[in-house]
């Protein structure tokens, strides 16, 4: 199963406006995506586009995470996604 | 023409239709099952549909936020079609639980979860319970709890409103704001002063009227009338008129004869001090630093709690700044410092008390103070909430002079500070009284409950009777120290020139209120003003108190306050 790791950058951690970003974003990737912390079980991943599951996971800025999806285009999706959790949501 | 009478706690006179403040939702039953006949597929789909609504009501809501309430308004919509939360709920259904007792306990653990996460998540566990009770509404088909939203503006009407309504109130959507329950110190009345909105509190039978009811609001006289006639329409437009010259200060509060009461403002936090400068305010007479405190798990840091002390301090330089130590306990809980399982907590261990059980938290905010005062030019004064002894009183003065500051004082709001307010007085520099909690104390009644709304305004004689005991306590100590009215009492115009007859030095209010007091209180003499003061102390309750003083005070009448 494709999966990339992602280092957050947002200041506030993935709380807040960055986890509404990107629970939104996740949403519309039209594949199922699923969120970590490196190092945790892969059948403890969380359902990335749930804004409840992001902030019980409790990720600060510096946290790793590993993002997991399978299906056309999961590839891309992933891409994409990391790419967000690397920007300082809280800077925009 | 069907009048409702009440208490009147913010002045206005205004006419406009009812919208009824939709009555909280209640839990669905516990064990509540599938209704026969509803299969768990067709209740879930049901449940998806509902959920899918409330997300877009609150996403189109939030495209006309804008600020802090876009990013709640965002992040809550999302939660309302949130995996997590639906699918937990799925799964009751699929036990044989109803849809909306699903939601609701599938909302409860995901908010216990949140709650216990602490921080910011804690302050979100109270947006899911939200979330919840609006797809059970939406499941019922009643309107959302709330304010209700409205494209043209209107009198709210409620049964009482909580600090969270509050929030969520737009100024320039409701004209007025009238309950069915609460008194004169509630979250209702604070807010409609802190808007400036007209508001009547506990006018029993108000949340019986119809929505789009026509009514005439006098926040003045405390009455509500339906059909209003045209006497009460021309007093509406004169209010409009009036309303404009009220609203501004020019900055020096004083009596007809040049008597100088210094007009103060009460702000909790940076925000609110550059906003009561901008109206004049000739200072602050309370700042109530728990704001920092507030919706917090642990303690803040010396360093967070001096910015945050001089940003109120920075919008106030060469002028007095009276910052009142964290009050917490009773209705200001605490994680960190207040018992939540106290029997009594406004009896109990609250304000400077809870130095007693845990020490070590005010000293670091006296030194957080320091370090603010260090790098500002306000003229920065301290006092210590819920003194209610010389001894406490000394006490506290020497953890200020340890910590360096050189103006300590102390609230009087026990009616023992009152009594014996010339030996406290002989160990701290200055006096202030908060007239809401010594109300309160002193005719033993819940700020907070509607039926004891009468009992509960500082109109009462013996609650003067314990003002003018402190002024003349500190006459007796020999040095005028001064002492000052830092309660919602001093936003009445009536009351405050009441207040000065007695002798009280400062006035301190929400800053909305500055103008309409300086007004009233500029057209008396001092002498007059004590005449007034005595006339007040002699009636045999508070109902002829307020009577008695008005009647000889016609500006109100001119005025519409």
Request: aromatic share 4%; hydrophobic share 45%.
């Amino acid at each position: 199963m494709p999966e990339r790791i992602a280092t957050i950058a947002s200041r506030s951690g993935l709380h807040a406006r960055p986890a509404a970003l990107f629970a939104e974003a996740a949403g519309d990737v039209g594949v199922e995506v699923t969120i970590a912390m490196q190092g945790d079980p892969e059948d403890d991943a969380l359902d990335a586009s749930s804004i409840l599951s992001l902030m019980t996971l409790g990720a600060a800025k510096g946290d790793v995470v590993v993002l997991r999806a399978e299906g056309d285009g999961a590839d891309a999706a992933l891409d994409s996604l990391v790419k967000l959790l690397e920007t300082d949501l809280d800077a925009e | 023409m069907q009048t409702f009478p009440g208490v009147g706690v913010s002045p206005g006179r205004i006419i406009g239709t009812v919208r009824q403040m939709p009555k909280p939702i209640s839990e669905p039953p516990a064990g509540e099952q599938l209704a026969g006949g509803t299969s768990a597929e067709e209740a879930t789909a049901g449940l998806k549909a509902a959920a899918t609504a409330v997300h877009d009501e609150l996403k189109a809501r939030a495209e006309t936020a804008s600020g802090d309430g876009k990013a709640v308004l965002e992040a809550t919509a999302l939660m309302a079609k949130d995996t997590m939360l639906l699918k937990n709920a799925a799964k009751l259904i699929a036990r044989g639980t109803s849809a909306q007792r699903a939601i609701w306990e599938a909302g409860a653990s995901v908010s216990e979860m949140l709650h216990n996460l602490g921080g910011y998540m804690a302050e979100r566990a109270t947006d899911v319970l939200d979330v919840r009770a609006r797809i059970v509404a939406e499941l019922r088909g009643v309107p959302a709890p709330g304010i209700p939203s409205a494209s043209t503006p209107f009198i709210l009407v409620a049964e009482d409103l909580a600090p969270a309504d509050t929030a969520t109130l737009d100024p320039e959507k409701v004209l007025a704001l009238v309950t069915a329950g609460g008194g004169p110190q509630s979250h209702t009345a604070i807010i409609a002063r802190s808007l400036g909105l007209p508001a009547v509190v506990a006018a029993a039978g108000v949340d019986e009227l119809a929505d789009g009811t026509e009514v005439f609001v006098d926040g003045a006289a405390g009455s509500i009338t339906v059909d209003p006639d045209d006497a009460q329409r021309a007093a509406a437009e004169a209010w409009a008129t009036n309303a404009s010259l009220l609203a501004v200060f020019e900055g020096n509060g004083a009596t007809a004869d040049g008597h100088l009461v210094p007009l103060l403002a009460n702000v909790g936090g940076g925000k609110d001090a550059v906003a009561a400068a901008g109206l004049n305010a000739q200072g602050v007479g309370l700042f109530r630093t728990e704001f920092c405190f507030l919706e917090r798990d642990t303690e803040p840091s010396v360093e967070e709690q001096a910015a945050a002390y001089k940003s109120v301090f920075d919008a106030f330089p060469g002028k007095k700044v009276v910052l009142r130590t964290l009050d917490a306990g009773a209705d200001k809980p605490l994680p960190f410092l207040t018992d939540a399982t106290e029997p009594n907590p406004a009896l109990g261990v609250r304000g400077y008390r809870t130095d007693f059980t845990t020490p070590g938290v005010l000293e670091r905010q006296l030194q957080a103070i320091a370090l603010a005062e260090k790098d500002s030019e306000a003229d920065v004064w301290v006092m210590a909430p819920m003194i209610s002894t010389a001894e406490e009183a000394a006490h506290f003065a020497s953890m200020c002079t340890a910590a360096g500051i050189t103006n300590p004082g102390v609230m009087v709001e026990v009616p023992s500070a009152a009594l014996t307010a010339e030996s406290i007085l002989r160990e701290v520099g200055f006096a202030s009284l908060g007239t809401n909690d010594l109300t309160q104390y002193a005719m033993a009644a819940d700020r907070q409950l509607g039926p004891l709304a009468n009992l509960n305004t500082p109109w009462q004689p013996a609650v003067l009777r314990l003002v003018g005991l402190t002024v003349e306590g500190s006459r007796a100590e020999g040095h005028n120290k001064p002492v000052g009215v830092c309660g919602e009492a001093a936003a009445d115009p009536a009351l405050a020139v009441v207040l000065t007859g007695l002798g009280v030095t400062t006035l301190s209010m929400t800053a909305r209120s500055l103008a309409a007091v300086a007004a009233v209180l500029k057209t008396v003499t001092l002498a007059e003003a004590q005449q007034l003061a005595k006339l007040a102390l002699s009636a045999p309750s508070a109902t002829e108190a307020k009577a008695w003083v008005r009647e000889r005070l016609p500006v109100l009448e001119e005025l519409g306050l």
